[in-house]
Each structure stands twice: as C-alpha cells, then as structure tokens.
C-alpha cells in the first residue's frame, strides 16, 4: 500500500478579511485608478509604497503592475539602454532576460554553482571580457550569494548591482535586507511570492534620480507627486521629460490586497522555514538526494526548497519526478531540456540570440529539483511528502 498525498501545491492562503473589507470599500468608491484620488486623499497604492519602504528600510518605492516591469524599469531608470550589456546569472525565471530584452540590454548570461548561486569565478571572468556595468543579479529561489564578495566586485568594476528579490523579500545577509545591497531592488506580488496581489511589484532605491525616473517610468503622467515614497519635486523636474511612460502602474485594489498582508510577512516568513526544516531533515535521510547546506549567513525565507537528485541516473530523473507526481508530490525538474509550466532553462531562452554554453549551469541544473512549500501545508503534511519522496528515491536509486 502506497500512500498518496492529496493537498493542492499551488494553493495560498485566502487573502486577510481586513484586505477584503478594504478592497470592498475600494470596489464601492468606484476609484479604482492610483491617481483618482480626493484632494489631501492618499491612495492605497501610495500608502503602500510608503509603508512598503519603511518595512524594507528604503527610502523610496514605486508599486508597479508586477515584478516583472518593476525589472524593466529598474533596468531603464538605472541606465540601460539599447545594447548595453547587462549580466545576469542564467538560473533564473523567464521574466528576468524577458525584461533586459525590453530594454534593448544584451544578456550576458553567468554560471550559477552547486548550490545555485552565481558563480563569483565566472562574474568576475564574464564582467572582464564584456565590459558590462551592470548586473542584474536573480536571488533565484531565495538562494543569495556572498553578497560581500558581490558588492567588492562590483566597486572594484564599477558595476551597477540591480538585485530581483522576487523570493528573498523578507530574507537577509549577514543581517543586510535582501534588496538593500543593489542600487536598486524589485520585488513581486504575484500569487506564489511571498505577498499576494494575483499580480504586481515593488521597486525600492535610496538613491533620489532613480526613484524619480522609476516613478515616470512606471507611468506617472505627471501626477508623480502623488506617489507614496518620492524625492523633491526638483528631482523629478530634472528628468521628468527623459524618461518613457511604460504604463506599469499598481491599482488600489491590488495595493488594498496586499497592506493588510505586509504586517503578517515576519510571521508568515516563520512559518515557511518551519515547514522548510521539517522538509529538509525529511530529504537528507534519503541517501539519493542531496540538500545543500545553507550559509551561515543568510537568513533565508523557505518558501520554496530545492535538492540534488545526485543518486538517482539522469535518464531516470523524469521517471522518479512522475512517480511523486503520481502520489500527489509535485516536483519540478530544471534539467528539462524542454520548458514547461513556469519552468525553464536558460537556453530555451532563443531570443536572447547566440547561444551562451554554460556547462557547469548545465550541470547543476540536470539534477535539481525544486518543490513549492505553501503555507496551507500542516508540518505533518511536510512529513508525510518527505517520507514519500524517501520512498521514490528508494525505488529509482542507482544500483
Ligand atoms: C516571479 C519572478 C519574477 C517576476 O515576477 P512577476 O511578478 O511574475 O512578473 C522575477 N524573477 C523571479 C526569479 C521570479 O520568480
């Protein structure tokens, strides 16, 4: 007798019934628009971006219509443009080089090492033969690099670092916030991050000319003064006529949606690493996978756990991952040559041109699985899926 697990990988929890109240208030007023406000009237989203920058301990933030346009404007506010080169670590999600495309920007792609960081090796080489200024570095599935060595390179390169901390919001280094190392940080709300709007994003920098432009960017109009964290007016009337209207704006409902969650967000953060602890002791008993070790130093959000499946033969990967599948274990692969769901590998990537070898990425890649750890799981619900990963492991192992 096998045992099958039957709970849902891709549910959330419901959004809070103070975010409900206030969304229904929302819908009833009819002012649905950031910019449809009363006069002395503060929007959600602007209430959001100014309680958003006190919870990340930034000065500035601009709510954008998702994590993937608050990249773009990042990009563009920072200074990219058309051919100018950015790096960025090839294990990512799609919407990473989807944004630097946008803007015209030329990917140069980094290996990514054992434990799914960017490779600094391999940085500091790509950085040295490109010329690249600019980094846009992915903290993919919340695994963050030795964010010292990061930023030493990147003074000592003059490169700017643009950090996507779509899953580290939340999560620290050496005490640091994950987004307040780049000069400039973009987080998402999309419905399997850490805060949950369906879709959206925030942007966060302390530095006033590119909050200003990321502001105009995300498609102020000229109503930039009703945004919630903002430099001077002088900022903005420096580049307001510099920056392109990219029509990224968050709404009040989305912005309604999420203030009530972000008091929730420590506890919730709580919560995931519970669930994760429970996971990874459950793996390491498996003597076919392999769970990384995290770093001393990083104080992760355990929304999402990966491992090696470094036991089992690479032709029977997919076998086994079916095999959880069919017990209601829903695992994902990223050796996949072909894409598939929200997964793919960097060189499905075609239009980013010329293909970028990166063997070791390759590699690292063929045996990592990767599970969602929603918080509608119970810690027996963690167990249970332990003990029937165990058990598939057991049946594919090498002989
Ligand atoms: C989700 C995600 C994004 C973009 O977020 P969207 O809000 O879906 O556009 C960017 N980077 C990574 C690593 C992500 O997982």
Redesign the pocket.
Known sequence: MTSRFDKLFTQQEPIPEAAIERVVEVLRGGRLHRYNTAAGEASEAALLEREYAEWQGSKYCVATA????A?QIALRASGVEPGTTVLANAY??A??PGAIHATGGVPVLVEIDDAWHTDLDDLRTKAIDSGAKFFML?H?RGHIADMERIMALCDELGITLIE?C??TMGARWKGTRSGNFGRVS?F???T??HLNSG???LLTTDEPELAARAVIASGSYMFYGLHGAIPSEETFREVRLDNPNCSARMDNVRAAILRPQLPLLDENIRRWNQRYRILEDGLREAPQLRVVERRQHEAFVGSSIQFHASGIARERIPAFISACGERGVEIKWFGAAEPSGFTSRYDSWRYLGEHQPLPQTLQVLATTCDMRVPLTFTEADCSEIASIIREEAAQFANT
């Open positions: 998702s994590g993937g346009q990249l990512t999600l919407p990473v992915s993919m996507d779509a899953h973009c998402s709300t999309q399997y991050k879709e959206g994003g």
